[in-house]
């Protein structure tokens, strides 16, 4: 993934999920939703008419869903010197934020500027799970 590729999500606690790569069909079906999703003007612009990032987008949702987090937003990075994919948390989060990290294999730190509680999942060139 280029920096210029990356996105955050925001995410809380509970959650469900797709697992896009558990089988040809369900690979099929999240070809089908990208798709979708990439023709779709409301969607961000990185997105847009690329299918590969946002089946990455779904594969990386699917993985934090199915670690009981829901994924409120998700959208372009504010900037794109991001070194690694990383867990940011307001104050308050950091038991879940260190945890949802250690999940993903990611870092963690708290940041300024978030709510109370609340998680950002900044995926940068070095993305979850060391690929």
Same mark, same amino acid.
């Given at each position: /993934?280029? /920096?210029?590729?990356?996105?955050?999500?925001?995410?809380?606690?509970?959650?469900?999920?797709?697992?896009?790569?558990?089988?040809?069909?369900?690979?099929?079906?999240?070809?089908?939703?990208?798709?979708?999703?990439?023709?779709?003007?409301?969607?961000?612009?990185?997105?847009?008419?690329?299918?590969?990032?946002?089946?990455?987008?779904?594969?990386?949702?699917?993985?934090? #869903?199915?670690?009981?987090?829901?994924?409120?937003?998700?959208?372009?990075?504010?900037?794109?010197?991001? &070194?690694?994919?990383?867990?940011?948390?307001?104050?308050?989060?950091?038991?879940? #934020?260190?945890?949802?990290?250690?999940?993903?294999?990611?870092?963690?730190?708290?940041? &300024?500027?978030?709510?109370?509680?609340?998680?950002?999942?900044?995926?940068? &060139?070095?993305?979850?799970?060391?690929?």
């Amino acid at each position: /993934m280029t /920096m210029a590729e990356e996105s955050l999500a925001k995410v809380s606690e509970h959650g469900g999920t797709i697992d896009v790569f558990a089988s040809s069909s369900n690979f099929e079906n999240a070809q089908r939703m990208a798709k979708a999703l990439a023709s779709s003007s409301m969607v961000p612009e990185a997105y847009r008419g690329n299918l590969p990032n946002v089946l990455i987008a779904i594969e990386l949702a699917s993985r934090i #869903g199915a670690m009981g987090y829901t994924i409120s937003k998700v959208g372009r990075a504010d900037r794109f010197d991001y &070194p690694s994919s990383t867990v940011y948390y307001g104050p308050g989060a950091s038991g879940v #934020g260190t945890r949802l990290a250690r999940q993903l294999s990611v870092d963690a730190q708290q940041a &300024p500027g978030l709510l109370k509680d609340e998680l950002l999942v900044v995926v940068g &060139p070095k993305t979850i799970g060391g690929s």
